[in-house]
C-alpha cells in the first residue's frame, strides 16, 4: 500500500502538469500563428487554485439591480387595456327600503343622544335618560322590596328585638 501511495501524483504534480502541458501547447501554437499568419485559438482557462479554508473563498458579485420600473400609487388611475374591463361598483349588500330603515334607526338614536346647547352637562343628561328606566324598575320592585322589608321589621319585634 505504501507503494501505491508513492506512486500517485499529488495534487500539486497534477496541476503542475496541466500548466506544462498547457505552456507547451501554447509555445507550439505561437509557432504556428507567426507561419500562418492565423490569430491563436483561445486560451484554455487556467484551473482555479484549490482553497482549503472557507473563509479564504472568494466573495460573489451582487447581482446587478434591475431597472426600477414605473411604479403606480394605489390611487392611480389605469386606463384599461385590451379584454381587461374597468371594474364596476359592487351591488349593494341591502335592498334600499332595508337601508333607508337602518339609516333612520341610527338618526333617531344620534338625534336622542345629542347633548343639548343650554349649558347643560353630561351628568345632566344621564339622568334625564335614565329616569324613565328608574321609574320602570321601581314601579315593579318596590311594592315586593317593601313588603319584605316590613315582615322582616315585624319578625324582629316579635321576638322581642334579640335578632339582628
Known amino acids: 500500500m505504501s ?16 500548466r506544462r502541458i498547457i505552456s507547451e501547447d501554447d509555445v507550439e501554437q505561437s509557432e504556428d500563428v507567426e507561419r500562418e499568419d492565423v490569430p491563436p485559438p483561445p486560451r484554455a482557462a487556467e484551473p482555479e487554485p484549490e482553497i482549503e479554508d472557507e473563509d479564504e473563498l472568494p466573495e460573489p458579485e451582487p447581482e ?30 341591502v335592498s334600499d ?22 349649558l347643560r352637562t353630561l351628568e345632566d343628561v344621564v339622568r334625564e335618560l335614565l329616569r324613565p328606566l328608574l321609574k320602570q324598575w321601581l314601579d315593579d320592585h318596590l311594592p315586593d322590596i317593601v313588603e319584605a322589608q ?13 335578632a339582628r
Open 150 to 162: 316590613v315582615q322582616a321589621e315585624i319578625e324582629r319585634i316579635s321576638r322581642g328585638g334579640r
Open 64 to 93: 446587478p439591480e434591475p431597472e426600477p420600473e414605473d411604479v403606480l400609487e394605489l390611487t392611480d388611475r389605469v386606463d384599461p387595456v385590451g379584454d381587461i374591463e374597468p371594474l364596476r361598483p359592487a351591488p349593494a349588500l
Open 97 to 118: 327600503p332595508t337601508a333607508a330603515a337602518a339609516a333612520a334607526a341610527f338618526g333617531h338614536l344620534s338625534a336622542s343622544l345629542l347633548m343639548p346647547h343650554d
Open 3 to 18: 507503494d501505491e501511495s508513492q506512486k500517485e501524483p499529488t495534487m500539486e504534480e497534477i496541476l503542475a502538469s496541466i
